[in-house]
T-cell receptor, first 110, second 112 residues
Framework: DAKTTQPNSMESNEEEPVHLPCNHS???????IHWYRQLPSQGPEYVIH???SNVNNRMASLAIAEDRKSSTLILHRATLRDAAVYYC???????????FGQGTTLQVKP | DAGVIQSPRHEVTEMGQEVTLRCKPI?????LFWYRQTMMRGLELLIY????????DSGMPEDRFSAKMPNASFSTLKIQPSEPRDSAVYFC??????????FGSGTQLSVL
């Protein structure tokens, strides 16, 4: 499994965009990049995933570097409800199993 | 759909007792995962099943832990005998053919 590096914590103001970085320099060519988040006292929930191209959904956008060694999760307008731990997880997709790192704890200030 | 259902939500037991955690995956999903979360170790994958068959149990801490999936709609994780260091939140998750994982609300286990 590819090793990931994420900042331990980040802060944002409500209504502002948030860019959450992830380095995954050992990612293999077939690994998808998954992002999950875990709200307080809840199980993790899926946010977005991609392979090479940038991806958008109703929750967030995922920007993937051309060399695929890093990616950035973008929350376009942070809300208080977005305060959570965000996990970046490279995964081959063959088995479905996900290995979680320590993630980034995002605080959103009103 | 009700999502992944775990029971009980909270379990308090004494050291040496047997503990059984239960999980009902989302209907139609064919993969099931058991995770454990602690402050020290974060989220750890314990075991996962595909089509009711255990595929990878390398994350199971020791022989005191066992997991079964007798059918597509039910799985158990058993700890016998339990120890204080087993105190954690245990999550069950399910997915369809390596798709995105859906997690349950977890079982908070406290072993005194």
């Amino acid at each position: 499994d590819a090793k990931t590096t994420q900042p331990n914590s980040m802060e944002s103001n409500e209504e502002e965009p948030v860019h959450l970085p992830c380095n995954h320099s050992t990612i293999s060519g077939t690994d998808y990049i998954h992002w999950y988040r875990q709200l307080p006292s809840q199980g993790p929930e899926y946010v977005i995933h991609g392979l090479t191209s940038n991806v958008n959904n109703r929750m967030a956008s995922l920007a993937i570097a051309e060399d695929r060694k890093s990616s950035t999760l973008i929350l376009h307008r942070a809300t208080l409800r977005d305060a959570a731990v965000y996990y970046c997880i490279p995964n081959s997709g063959n088995t479905g199993k996900l290995i979680f790192g320590q993630g980034t704890t995002l605080q959103v200030k009103p | 759909d009700a999502g992944v259902i775990q029971s009980p939500r909270h379990e308090v037991t004494e050291m040496g007792q047997e503990v059984t955690l239960r999980c009902k995956p989302i209907s139609g999903h064919n993969s099931l995962f058991w995770y454990r979360q602690t402050m020290m170790r974060g989220l750890e994958l314990l075991i996962y099943f595909n089509n009711n068959v255990p595929i990878d149990d390398s994350g199971m801490p020791e022989d005191r832990f066992s997991a079964k999936m007798p059918n597509a709609s039910f799985s158990t994780l058993k700890i016998q005998p339990s120890e204080p260091r087993d105190s954690a939140v245990y999550f069950c998750a399910s997915s369809y053919t390596a798709g995105k994982l859906f997690f349950g609300s977890g079982t908070q286990l406290s072993v005194l």
